[in-house]
């Protein structure tokens, strides 16, 4: 069977991988504030660390580049400390309380990042479908 869409599978697979990305860093903006989590520690940031793999084509026996995500990483910052004595979770010594160490600006850079990467990827995903429709349509003319 001819494949007339050839890299859309690593396409697919980035594709996924920056949606992973932007979903983490929305999680990370949404708990920037939280500074009393389940295991009553502040919030840790959250990031992803990709890896690139060679899957081995099936028809041209070719190696094609695909990116997955390894693992999503815990920043090991720690967490900053402010002045708020009325808090329930402040030291009642000192006022002071911990909240995550998240920079939004940071955030918002990350996912400016994965949201463009997403765009260009699928970019290319639409392009190799109209490729594919003009090249079916040679035949019918």
């Known amino acids: 069977m001819i ?18 990305r932007m979903e983490v860093v929305g999680n990370n903006i949404a708990n920037a504030n939280v500074s009393h989590g389940p295991d009553g520690q ?3 940031r959250k990031e992803v660390v990709f890896e690139s ?7 041209g026996g070719q190696a094609i580049p695909s990116l997955s995500v390894a ?6 910052r720690p967490p900053l400390m402010i002045h708020d004595p009325d808090s329930p979770f402040a030291d009642p010594k000192t006022g002071m309380r911990a909240v995550p160490n ?3 600006y940071e955030e918002m850079a990350d996912y400016m990042i994965a949201s463009r ?4 990827n699928l970019s290319v995903v639409k392009t190799a479908r109209a ?6 349509s040679i035949g019918k003319r």
């Open 117 to 120: 990467a997403y765009e260009a």
């Open 42 to 44: 502040p919030f840790k």
């Open 71 to 76: 693992r999503i990483a815990t920043d090991n």
């Open 102 to 104: 998240i920079n939004i």
């Open 131 to 136: 490729m594919a429709m003009q090249t079916l």
């Open 53 to 59: 793999v060679l899957k081995q084509a099936e028809n």
């Open 3 to 20: 494949s007339l869409l050839n890299g859309i599978d690593s396409t697919s697979a980035a594709l996924q991988a920056e949606q992973t």
